[in-house]
């Protein structure tokens, strides 16, 4: 979601952290860039959870880390074409964007411990002491919050919701599943179904 002409804002973000730019605000900058009103609409939409509610909790949180740039902006921070490098460039902080966006294939934590240049050992340890869980966990707990919404939200069939999210076939997606939530795919679609009407 970033524009053609601007760096991806987490690249923004990083130059400015290393810059030491602040980021505790006062009241005045505080409501200048109406956090309170961002916090209080996405605290809504995820107790609500209707449909698109985390595109929405995302739009949300894009105008305000855009607001924060333009808070900046105005005391003399300048984009520069370094932050344009780190574009393409995952370390630990960032890497959960990648398996993000990269949900839909087959992600191995080997192959994640090397788009952030680690060994798998020191890789699985730092992930784990920053996410305060393993990172094969973290994926699957992605990947079930993902079959929840493809659930509630749409009438795809389980095996193309598996194919969709990277699991090997329809029964490992509804094992998976089942062993996180105690239902089955098509118990979960009936619950849901019924709460939502």
Not at 32 to 56: G, N, P, R
Not at 111 to 131: G, H
Not at 187 to 195: A, D, F, M, P
Request: with cysteine; aromatic share 14%.
């Amino acid at each position: 979601m970033t524009s053609a002409y601007s760096p991806k804002l987490r690249s923004i973000f990083r130059f400015a952290e290393k810059r030491k730019l602040h980021t505790i605000f006062n009241t005045t900058q505080t409501n200048t860039i109406k956090a309170k009103d961002i916090f209080l609409y996405c605290i809504e939409e995820s107790q609500k959870q209707k449909y698109s509610y985390d595109v929405l909790i995302q739009t949300e949180l894009y105008k305000l880390l855009i607001e924060i740039i333009r808070l900046w902006q105005k005391e003399g921070f300048v984009i520069e074409n370094e932050m344009y490098e780190e574009d393409q460039k995952y370390d630990i902080y960032t890497i959960t964007e990648y398996i993000d966006e990269n949900m839909t294939s087959n992600l191995l934590v080997t192959d994640i411990a090397a788009k952030c240049k680690m060994s798998y050992s020191y890789f699985a340890k730092n992930f784990y002491l920053l996410y305060q869980e393993s990172c094969k966990s973290y994926i699957e707990k992605i990947r079930i919050h993902k079959v929840k919404d493809y659930l509630t939200f749409t009438n795809f069939d389980i095996t193309y919701i598996s194919q969709e999210l990277g699991f090997s076939d329809s029964s490992h997606m509804i094992k998976t599943f089942k062993r996180a939530t105690g239902l089955t795919p098509g118990e979960y679609r009936k619950k849901r179904g019924s709460h939502m009407s």
